[in-house]
């Protein structure tokens, strides 16, 4: 009957591992799996877990074969292997001498995964001589809904600032509302660029653009737009940093490096708005 290898950690008990099982299982009820979970160290985890790398790898295989079977497959038995996924099949293969017909490599998304990083899924296909099936367990991580929505708020408040923009340089009075209308209206063409990245970025994920922006709240004195002002580049700032860690997650570079430039421009206007205030 067929037997599979299934090499997989942090992501064991994820829904596209499952999937590929199940996909497995339909073609051959038969179908046994060995359950193989290599010693991760625990600084290298997503998450912080209880007790040292063999305890909570043996956990998280247990709860995976009872994933796993849950679903109508059949597991032959589960090990716990050395960190180094390479070393860990070498040691499963040396030790209980199974013919398998492939290995399942489940893994994190490329930003979050040093198994992917070290290309370690096609070494062990060369190595082993056995085909290869990776799976990336996205879910694990950051999913395609969750980072549309983080997009969406980020969109806009940058509509917001677009607002507050142009109110607060139209609404400006003295010298320090003059300085302030200088440096709010030259911001505008780049909240404007990252307001429509934004919008399109959301579309080409899949998504819906949400237009909900906030009605800036009116102020007077020039002091008290400043501040205004301020606190809503904190913001902004703080959401894209938590954005960026978001978008490594998913696995998106591309999405990675601009948002790292708009934060880079919005810090840049922090700090000449701070400047403007002392």
Known sequence: MPRYLVLANQTAASPELTSVVREIVEKDPDTEFVLLVPATPVEDLLDWQDGDSETIAKRTAQTAKDHIE??????????????????????????????????????????????????????IERRFKLPVRHVVGHSVTMTREDLINGLNEDLNLELEALLRSVYHAAAGRGMLGHEL?????????????????????????????????????????????????????????????KRIDQAAEFGDKGLVIRLENILASETDHLEQLERLGR
């Not at 499963?92 to 070290?118: C, F, K, M």
């Not at 237009?211 to 020039?222: D, F, K, S, W």
Request: net charge negative.
């Open 70 to 123: 849950g679903m109508g497959a059949k597991v032959l038995r589960t090990e716990v292997g050395d960190a180094s996924p390479v070393k860990a099949i070498e040691d499963e293969l040396g030790r209980h001498q199974e013919n398998y017909d492939g290995i399942v490599i489940s893994t994190l998304p490329l930003q979050r995964s040093r198994w992917v990083a070290l290309d370690q899924p096609r070494r």
């Open 181 to 241: 209308r200088e440096l709010l209206t030259k911001e505008l063409p780049s909240e404007l660029d990252h307001a429509t990245f934004l919008a399109d970025k959301i579309v080409a994920l899949g998504g819906e653009v949400c237009i909900r922006p906030a009605v800036p709240a009116e102020l007077g004195a020039a002091r008290d737009l400043l501040q205004q002002n301020i606190a809503a580049e904190r913001k902004i700032i703080t959401n894209y940093t």
